[in-house]
């Protein structure tokens, strides 16, 4: 089986180059006609400049295949709109939305500055709302729509220095989270990357031969799969230096706990089973929770809940 794109529309951002750059360019080979965005501004979100979104245009074209350049700063929702807008009069559809662009500010939380936290926030997690809100219903009526948000192991993890970064990474998740359940019906799946790869973002966070493995082109297999037509749904995928895996939200099965256990003393001396990974399982959705949680009272009480 091959996995092709023929017919599709997909907007990257961020493809100046990196990791959106590999994404953009490997969409155009299997097919798809790929907006180019690219605000084309400094690892830390200074300046802007065209040519890298143009050179990766000019790229693709020369290999036989179909891509416009776009300049959007994606945390500026009319900028977004005027994007989606060129991708709709040029070809007609929007079919896949790669949200990849991104900035650095790293300091460790006493030295950050509120604008620098902002700024990040900004372009990682609000960039991601609206590139996908601008796309959302044009995904809806054709339906039709593969969205991916590129989280990160800091948002997942935490690295030191990355308090901004983190909050907007796991941002995404929660977002994807929900985007899923309201586009189900529409045949919108919505997936969340978590790369590792050496890029100008990591240079000098990295040991020089792990950065060596750790190759964008090694990343955007897991990108093409989450974009295709048999895509899984809710999954954070995680890739770097040519290996995958899958990192899942799990909740332990817990315990109730009697009116006169239910004190900071009784969590305590209950922790270990609390705790217990034994059990526990992936919820679906928010409301989950609040039935398991009930339930285990009523059990507990000896009620019946139906």
Known sequence: MTIRYDGKVAIVTGAGQGLGRSHAIELAKRGASVVVNDLGGGVDGSGSSSEAAKNVVTE??????????????????????????????????VDILVNNAGILR??????????????????????????????????????????????????????????????AKLGVVGLMNTLV?????????????????????????IAEKAFDLLTPETVTPAVLYLVSEDAPNRTILCAGAGAYSVSKIVETEGMWLSPEEQTPEGIAAHWDSISSPEGERVLNAGFEQSIKMAAKAAEGLGIKLD
């Open 60 to 93: 693709i074209e020369s290999a036989g295949g179909a891509a416009i350049a776009n300049g959007a700063n994606v945390a500026k929702f009319e900028e977004v709109e005027a994007m989606v807008g060129q991708a709709m009069d040029q070809w007609g559809r």
């Open 106 to 167: 790293d300091k460790s939380f006493n030295k950050v500055t509120l604008e620098d936290f902002q700024m990040v926030v900004d372009v990682h997690l609000m960039g991601t709302v609206n590139c996908t809100k601008a796309c959302w219903e044009i995904m809806r009526s054709q339906e039709y729509g593969r969205v991916v948000v590129t989280s990160s192991s800091s948002g997942l993890y935490g690295n030191f220095g990355q308090t901004n970064y983190g909050a």
């Open 181 to 205: 359940q309201e586009g189900a019906k529409y045949n919108i799946k919505v997936n969340a990357l978590a790369p590792t790869a050496g890029t100008r973002m990591t240079e000098g966070l």
